[in-house]
Antibody, heavy 117, light 107 residues
Framework: QVQLQESGPGLVKPSETLSLTCTVSGGSISTYYWSWIRQPPEKGLEWIGYVYYSGSTKYNPSLKSRVTISIDTSRKQFSLKLRSVTAADTAVYYC???????????WGQGTTVTVSS | DIQMTQSPSSLSASVGDRVTITCRASQGISNYLAWYQQKPGKVPKLLIYAASTLQSGVPSRFSGSGSGTDFTLTISSLQPEDVASYYCQKYNNALFTFGPGTKVDIK
């Protein structure tokens, strides 16, 4: 079955760029929307944005000015870049697979990113 | 942008109780609504999609209903393993938005 694995630094300094990668295994990267979700400590889930396998993207309007999501279908990976981070960006970051019929059916295990100097 | 609200924000019920969680969209979303369960310290899990379709492997005590702006998630007989936060999510118009969540625990 399809599995997703997030990777990237667990600590990022304020004002720098948070970069994470999600690797897809056990299935195709085609015909799905690949999203990033985050969850600050003791808070709810926030959708950051998605990339379609074709490369088209859509972002949460509240984060749009700082976010870039890209995909490398040959490596079966998609990536998140979040610029100018602050402590408010400290969260568990999840990558997910989804579509507009059923939402998000596969989630990575999540990776904790702390923004601190 | 369409906003999602949930009520209550938390609830405490006894084992065997019927539990209902409400989710409301600020505009109509047809049936483009999913429910997720997140147990403490765990990854969220898809429970229901298209407002009322149970994801494979989800116990039949979970059910969903609604269309347009008002939706409900019902647990027909609460079990100890159902202690979790529950989130609704709309996914129409190429945007995903989560509700703020409802925390369910055992009385």
């Amino acid at each position: 079955q399809v599995q997703l694995q997030e990777s990237g630094p667990g600590l990022v300094k304020p004002s720098e760029t948070l970069s994470l990668t999600c690797t897809v295994s056990g299935g195709s990267i085609s015909t799905y929307y690949w999203s990033w979700i985050r969850q600050p400590p003791e808070k709810g889930l926030e959708w950051i944005g998605y990339v379609y396998y074709s490369g088209s993207t859509k972002y949460n309007p509240s984060l749009k000015s700082r976010v870039t999501i890209s995909i490398d279908t040959s490596r079966k990976q998609f990536s998140l870049k979040l610029r100018s981070v602050t402590a408010a960006d400290t969260a568990v970051y999840y990558c997910t697979r989804g579509n507009f019929y059923y939402g998000m059916d596969v989630w990575g295990q999540g990776t904790t990113v702390t923004v601190s100097s | 942008d369409i906003q999602m609200t949930q009520s209550p924000s938390s609830l405490s019920a006894s084992v065997g109780d019927r539990v209902t969680i409400t989710c409301r969209a600020s505009q109509g979303i047809s049936n483009y609504l999913a429910w997720y369960q997140q147990k403490p310290g765990k990854v969220p899990k898809l429970l229901i999609y298209a407002a009322s379709t149970l994801q494979s492997g989800v116990p039949s005590r979970f059910s969903g209903s609604g269309s347009g702006t008002d939706f409900t998630l019902t647990i027909s007989s609460l079990q100890p393993e159902d202690v979790a936060s529950y989130y609704c999510q709309k996914y129409n118009n190429a945007l995903f938005t989560f509700g703020p969540g409802t925390k369910v625990d055992i009385k």
